[in-house]
């Protein structure tokens, strides 16, 4: 009996309104608990892709993401990313050194790998300070071969998958500009129409969204999009791709559009 009534101490929990939105079901698309109080006593009764399944005082079943739960902070209004789950992929890596800006370098400064992982970095850092839950389908410098990754949003039902690239073109300086690609129509289409629209602001020509025949996001039923940040073999562009000024405001728009991709899944 004492070990029972140990465990049923262990499994209650205080949520708290300003930090924890719950909802009626597992994900930020559910509908949120319709009277939620400042402070609710809860008892953890079960878990699905990281969001705790919680009963209320009076019986009904409620929902929030785990990592929310475990570490309560203020979320400031407008947030939507305290409760998404976003999967990150820095483009190539390893001996996949992807395109180069100046051909045959063997050198990792003028490789697409470096500067797909250092964008992908910040994105996930910036993510991370909002509250968001993010995985990388790579952290370092090592070959990640392309299906797996967009098997890692499934995996973990993803509200968003951001594949970061740098693009090339078949001769030095002919290309420039940042293009936001989707495979999908729906919410794809739409995360990649929101995440482009913030990108105007950054001094690369902002070409637009489009559809990409890419496997990261043709294999992927979570919303997937590709982000070609610049053109790695023009100078110009090559110039911002490896400036951190760049990569830091790069970094700060496409969360933006982010939370308001969010938003919209939430119904905010």
Not at 130 to 142: F, N, S
Not at 176 to 181: A, R, V, W
Request: aromatic letters at 8%; glycine letters at 6%; a positive charge.
């Amino acid at each position: 009996m004492l070990l029972i009534a140990i465990i049923a101490t262990q499994n209650r929990l205080t949520i708290h309104k300003d930090a924890v939105t719950l909802r009626m079901g597992p994900g930020l698309t559910y509908q949120p608990l319709k009277h939620q109080a400042a402070t609710e006593k809860v008892r953890l009764i079960g878990q699905s892709h990281n969001w705790y399944k919680l009963l209320l005082g009076d019986h009904q079943v409620v929902w929030a993401p785990a990592w929310r739960v475990n570490h309560q902070t203020k979320v400031a209004p407008g947030n939507a990313l305290s409760e998404a789950t976003i999967v990150i992929d820095a483009g190539h890596g390893g001996t996949d050194v992807g395109a180069e800006h100046v051909a045959d370098s063997k050198q990792a400064k003028y490789m697409e790998k470096t500067y797909t992982l250092q964008m992908a970095q910040r994105v996930a850092a910036k993510l991370r300070a909002q509250g968001a839950r993010v995985i990388m389908t790579r952290t370092d410098d090592h070959f990640v071969d392309l299906k797996p990754r967009p098997q890692v949003a499934e995996r973990v039902k993803a509200d968003a998958f951001i594949s970061f690239h740098f693009d090339s073109s078949p001769h030095a300086n002919e290309g420039s500009g940042m293009t936001t690609y989707y495979y999908h129509q729906g919410a794809s289409k739409t995360l990649a129409t929101l995440v482009n629209h913030e990108l105007t602001p950054l001094p690369l020509a902002n070409l637009g969204t489009d559809f990409g025949d890419f496997l990261v996001i043709r294999d992927n039923t979570q919303p997937a999009i590709l982000c070609e940040m610049g053109y790695i073999n023009t100078k110009r562009d090559f110039k911002q791709i490896k400036s951190a000024r760049y990569q830091d405001q790069a970094a700060t728009q496409i969360v933006k559009g982010v939370n308001r991709f969010c938003q919209v899944r939430a119904g905010k």
